[in-house]
């Protein structure tokens, strides 16, 4: 099953007719995700890779009775394309496009958390449940079908982590890119709750970085809730030194917050064991599950 | 984008919160002129974007014309924090009874913006906040309703203030949010924000950040770049769209995603090497990108090796090896460099580099270690 | 019992200190209403007719238990204050305050929906429950407890019509004054559903004037629902003439639409007896309700 | 506040709505001026804030510089609906392909805005929905999200556009409701706003009302008054914050609530007499308002007699009783009257009009009965 997307997902793609969202569209069809419709304001009535094409998200979900979508929309006009495809009532909704302004992020979230939808993302790589669905850029090949449930700050990070798991057989039920961006739909705790509940994942692996405390917080969680499934983290950003903003917006280390030490302090704190470097955690977890 | 304080504080006037009188100067002659039609003491401001200006002695206060003038003239030769000082902002200083802190900035945990408000101001917040944790209010805007004057005259109260008073600086504050807002600033901030013996109040120093992904909707600061902010490397990152941060190692790093960049630093340092630098070159970056971006580390003197990082997943690797190729052929690369290039068209881009006599390896970390490894040899 | 307001309503009175507010909060102290607190920025601390004042709705609730509000605060301010007090879970708020900007009111009138409070008004004369709670700057004299609900989009129309009931011993169980402006916080299919469930209110007076729909809408609800108990409707604005706008904002005849006509014929439609003159209404419901 | 056709389009320019070329003029040299600088044909037209200017003869269109001055010489020598021609707008006549309407206003039921948009524009949205309603799109803006442009997109397609016209539309009426939210408008609309055989969109007639409530957020409109909109006695009423409105019989009418009045001048009527005008002196009216409600009602020429129905609640009987004998002594009532006060302070109030020799009644059919028997009496 995995968690938030499967093989029941239905998605639309917002942009589908743009370079990036044409390409990944393809490479989602040929992954086996259900791309049932594309939206593309004044292309309505074509075809791309034989998927419709609607000019609105109105019409795209009444056709295609479409549950979920991923937004390649440019950051001036993605926050409205999420708001349309919430407002139309679709509750899995995932957006790649990066650099969309604070505000406009922080007004998405508000609206859809108050209609209960799932935001994955900005500037994610999006969400795969390997086998079921892809709805995302991750190359998905790297990927494979197994127990390790991932949650990552990260993309090409995740990738390299995730490959390391699959060369060592440990499979994947989900991996959730939260997004580098200061403002995204999920924290490390929504998933966390997420794999919780999936009968699949067995272990956790909760790939951080530098900036702000949602892996402390994290940490917290797991020593609250006395998480039943074993975690393994990695935490990039050791090295950085603090008030230089590291790529991700949020990744940039404020005085003594956000640091990796103080992260990796709490994970230990936690009885999460964290890997030293990223083929670590292939080997953390193989010794965690086979026990 | 961070503003100097006198843009600050021109966006706090057109807001109508009441900041001392003041005028801008860029030498030591126009700085005399500005105070002349002041009323002493005055302070002498030096024009850098960074915090903690006042302890670093870039705000100098004085008693007369002449002073400010030498002031002035002391100034413009430093630098702070690495920043030489360009501009000065020279204004009346304020009869202060109290400082206070007012700020606006983004709360991620709770996805949306959070108000900082302390009774003690004057220094950094932070400081504030490890001392006495107890003198600072946080209070969380509800994105639904956004922060109204009603809020504003709340946290005025808070901090201990009543009668006329909790309207005055509660309107202050207010305004200060609607500033924020319209600009599209990820932090705004007040401090100190002054009370003054007459109990009016009045802002002493402002800082603005603008939200970078915002700027779109911002035309007023297409193509600022405030001399001296950035290195020559940054500045050429910046406008080709790359995310460069100077270190102080020698080890040139370049790879795609920041999470991954990150970790490639980390390696560096666990095999016992040093940084020189952060650059990610983002997802899907085309072959020029690559070379701009080897260009921009290699302009460094401090670079003694490259290590080049990449695992393909938009980025294409036969566009990295041929950016690679590009560089080496217009630039000349004369430094020792690694290359570790995986995934998407992985094939193809091994085999442009392995003919072109470039060796690729396959494991980020075995490609840190043999980078540290080059530069010890060096030694 | 009567609806919304009744003994177990405690209010607190925003804009306390202004000389309507003051004037009010004492005649509403007198009624027997019970004013736990006021509210007026500045004026923390000090008293007005006993009642203690404090600088924000969020003291004045933690201190009172408050559960209602009345708001005579000036109108560029008004939309704040009432905002001020749902925020601060107050359920029940009456705006007395007029000519409050329509954006304004809009935006109130959301959020009140989106946390399930109950505004009347604005420009309302307010609510009375006789003999338990007057919310509102109505003269208490002409009122009398009893059977008969009230609901009226006039002020001294209402109080006309609630005099003639009382001077034939017709009392009141609620008289409920919608408000004159376009957008206001109930309509008469709410209040026909309050009094629905009222089990002191054994018949209904509405009070109607020229412009918009309402009536009609309140008209087919009665059809539609059946609704359980006599209605006597009264309409005024059958002389004026269309265009003009007469005094409320609402109470214009735009073309057709708005017509007192057009309003009559659909209570009669409906079943419902329509007076001719205000002090037909009593006459109309004393036969109703002694049948 | 019923803006003019000219002072709607500014604000639609400065929203970036394409509109015909054109200049305002108030003589009709003017006029020739203006329409010198333009393209022919022109249209000259009648600056009136009424609703079917065009039906009425306001709108002239001509093809030579020659004919705009005759045709403004016609139109400001005329007056539309009651209304003289001060002002005229000229300019360039459009190549109609399709006339649209669309348009923003309040939505009492769903309190919040609707949108209405057609296929059909050039008429009163009214005579549309009358005749054919399935071409009128009625859609209630969600007052948590606002009009966003993918909403202004659905419309564009569902009044029948496709392909890149849909975004060029959408924008249109997306920046109308912008337009409409900045001014605090109560009705905005774009009738027509026409398709050229070029395929591209342009606003030819616009009306915009501001919220009155809103003025004091509009500074830009303090004391505006159109000369010749309102009767002497409305340009009184609106100075002393009084509702007034002008009918057409004999009966001045004053009292509180608009609710009440209404009901009085039904009162009126249902007895045979006629209302000359609805007069609301609001709520709680010290002794001057009373007064000048007086003096405004007796100022129209038609009053042949004065019905004051006043029923206390914030408003003081006392306080009417003293308007009453004040507005006697310095106008001297020359007009029979019949005066109806109950209430607040009503003992007092009948005090000081019985000892002025007045005589009140307490209920109002009766004084209504009785002011319609003195009008009767008259003739």
């Known amino acids: 099953m995995g968690i938030i997307v499967n093989k029941n997902t239905r998605a639309i793609v917002q942009g589908i007719t743009g370079a990036q969202g044409s390409f990944h569209t393809k490479l989602m069809l040929e992954y086996g995700t ?22 609105t998200v109105e019409e795209a979900v009444k056709e295609s009775m479409a549950n979920a979508s991923i937004i390649f929309v440019p950051a001036p006009f993605a926050a409205d394309a999420a708001l349309e495809a919430l407002e139309n009532g679709i509750k899995t909704v995932v957006i790649i496009t990066e650099h969309i302004p604070i505000k406009d992020a922080i007004n998405v979230m508000a609206y859809a958390g108050q209609v209960g939808a799932t935001i994955v993302g900005p500037n994610t790589p999006g969400i795969i449940t390997p086998g079921e669905c892809k709805l995302g850029i991750m190359p998905s090949h790297i990927f494979k079908s197994g127990v390790v449930g991932m949650v990552s700050r990260s993309g090409t990070l995740t990738y390299e982590i995730a490959a390391g ?7 994947q039920s989900t991996c959730v890119g939260l997004g580098g961006d200061p403002i995204v739909g999920l924290n490390f705790i929504d998933v966390l709750k997420f794999f919780e509940s999936d009968q699949q994942t067995r272990a956790v692996a909760l790939i951080g970085e530098i900036g702000g405390n949602l892996e402390e917080l994290a940490a917290e969680y797991i020593i609250k809730s006395n998480y039943p499934k074993p975690v393994v983290a990695f935490i990039a950003g050791r090295s950085a030194p603090p008030g230089k903003r590291m790529g991700h917006a949020g990744a940039i280390i404020m005085g003594k917050a956000g640091t990796a030490e103080s992260k990796i302090e709490a994970f230990q704190k936690a009885g999460v064991e964290v890997a030293e470097k990223p083929s670590d955690v292939a080997v953390l977890l193989e010794k965690l599950i086979k026990h | 984008m961070k503003l100097l304080e006198y843009e600050a504080k021109k966006i706090l006037i057109k807001y109508g919160i009441p900041t001392p009188k003041g005028g801008f100067a860029t030498s030591a002659i126009q700085a005399r002129e500005i105070a002349s039609s002041l009323k002493p003491p005055f302070a002498v401001k030096a024009q850098v974007p960074v915090a903690g200006r006042g302890k670093a002695g870039g705000i100098l206060l004085v008693n007369s014309v002449d002073e400010v003038e030498k002031a002035a003239e002391k100034l413009l030769n430093m630098q702070i924090k690495g920043i030489p000082v360009r501009s000065l902002w020279i204004e009346e200083k304020i009869n202060v009874k109290k400082e ?15 108000v900082i408000a302390s009774s003690e101001g004057g220094m950094e917040i932070e400081t504030v906040a490890a001392k006495t944790p107890e003198k600072v209010i946080r209070f969380p805007i509800n994105p639904r309703l956004g922060f109204r004057a009603y809020h504003a005259r709340q946290i005025a109260k808070k901090i201990g203030y009543s009668g006329n008073q909790i309207s005055t600086l509660g309107n202050i504050f207010y305004s200060l949010y609607l500033a924020g807002m319209e600009c599209d600033a990820e932090l705004i901030e007040m401090n ?5 013996q007459e109990g009016n109040f009045i802002a002493v120093d402002a800082r603005i950040i603008i939200d970078d992904n915002a700027l779109f909707r911002h035309s007023e600061y297409k193509g600022r770049i405030v001399e001296g902010e950035l290195s020559p490397q940054e500045i050429e990152a ?6 460069y941060v100077k270190l102080d190692g020698n080890i040139g790093v370049i790879g795609n995603g920041a999470g991954l960049v990150m970790a490639t630093l980390d390696a560096i340092q666990l095999y016992g090497g040093k940084p020189a630098n952060f650059l990610d070159i983002g997802g899907g970056a085309p072959s020029d990108k690559m070379a701009t971006a080897i260009k921009i580390v290699l302009s460094d003197p401090n ?15 036969d566009e990295v090896a041929k950016g690679l190729l590009e560089a080496r052929e217009k630039l000349g690369i004369n430094k020792p460099f690694v290359i570790r290039l995986v995934g998407t068209n992985e094939e193809e881009g091994k085999r442009i580099l392995t003919e072109a006599g470039i060796h690729v390896l396959d494991s980020m970390e075995e490609a840190a270690q043999r980078v540290t490894e080059i530069i010890k040899s060096k030694r």
Chains 1, 3 share one sequence.
Request: hydrophobic share 40%.
């Open chain 1, 34 to 55: 259900k791309i049932v419709a594309g939206v593309t304001p004044g292309k309505g009535g074509t075809k791309i890779h034989d998927v419709p094409v609607y000019d």
């Open chain 2, 303 to 317: 670079v003694e090796a490259l290590f080049i990082n990449i695992l393909g997943g938009i980025t294409r690797c």
């Open chain 2, 238 to 243: 910046v406008k080709n769209d790359l995310a």
């Open chain 1, 165 to 171: 798991l699959t060369r060592k057989q440990l499979g």
């Open chain 2, 100 to 114: 206070l802190y007012f700020g606006i900035t983004v709360d991620r945990l709770n996805k949306s913006y959070v």
């Open chain 2, 192 to 196: 100190p924000i002054v009370e003054t």
